[in-house]
């Protein structure tokens, strides 16, 4: 099984300043096709997930742009350029195999 | 706009039995594989089960498998969870999630509780 491990477990963040989230995998994320099929999903305070990034950088329908996605191989990273309220909430990695789906364990972004 | 909407969440004893079903609408359902995610509150995201577009090739986690049953009625754009011998650690908010058009998921419902307690 693909295990991805997230880092930090918490982000307290002050607004209007970057937030950085790593993603690792044990293995290679890289398709037989030759693409990479990495997503970060938000969930914020009860609601359900929400895509925002998917195939490791782009972003989903309506998503800001002060989000990014980035990596390649086995590590990944979400970038928020400048945290707002309405950020405030948890982040998952995602990766689909033959298996499934793989989630990270999460990280949870707060404002300090 | 893509709409999932769960039902049929409830509080049911160990060793019983709960179908959950999942309405979609806002796109043709029946070219998309679709997922079940679990989700105990305030812990992380499980991946419970996958049916193709058409209902040929299922999955199934290993915690669930022989237990519960996924299907699909692409002439009611409804997908079911059909939950046998549920035990106390199925206790989860589950998700109906969209397959999406590249390898992945895109589209999420808001969920639906199943409680098992005596």
């Known amino acids: 099984d693909i295990v991805m491990t997230q880092t930090p477990l918490s982000s307290p963040v002050t607004l209007g300043q970057p937030a950085s989230i790593s993603c690792r995998s044990r293995q290679s994320l890289v398709h037989s096709d030759g693409n990479t099929y990495l997503s970060w999903l938000q969930q914020r305070p009860g609601q359900p997930p929400r895509l925002l990034i998917y195939n490791i950088s782009n972003r989903f329908s309506g998503v800001p742009d002060r989000f990014s996605g980035s990596g390649a191989g086995t590590d990944f990273t979400l970038k928020i350029s400048r945290v707002e309220a309405d950020d405030v909430g948890v982040y998952y990695c995602t990766q689909i195999t033959h298996l499934g789906l793989t989630f990270g364990g999460g990280t949870k972004v707060e404002i300090k | 706009e893509v709409q999932l909407v769960e039902s049929g969440g409830n509080l049911v004893q160990p060793g019983g039995s709960l179908r959950l079903s999942c309405a979609a609408s806002?796109?043709?359902?029946?070219?998309?594989?679709m997922h079940w995610v679990r989700q105990v509150p305030g812990k992380g995201l499980v991946w419970v089960s996958r049916?193709?577009?058409?209902?040929?090739?299922?999955t199934y986690a290993d915690s669930v498998k022989g237990r519960f049953t996924i299907s699909r009625d692409n002439g009611k754009n409804t997908l079911y969870l059909q939950m046998n011998s549920l035990r106390a650690e199925d206790t989860a908010v589950y998700y109906c999630?969209?397959?999406?058009?590249?390898?992945?998921?895109?589209?999420w419902g808001q969920g639906t509780m199943v409680t098992v307690s005596s």
């Open positions: 806002g796109f043709t359902f029946s070219n998309y594989w």
């Open positions: 999630v969209r397959g999406s058009d590249w390898p992945g998921v895109d589209h």
């Open positions: 049916i193709d577009n058409d209902g040929n090739s299922i």
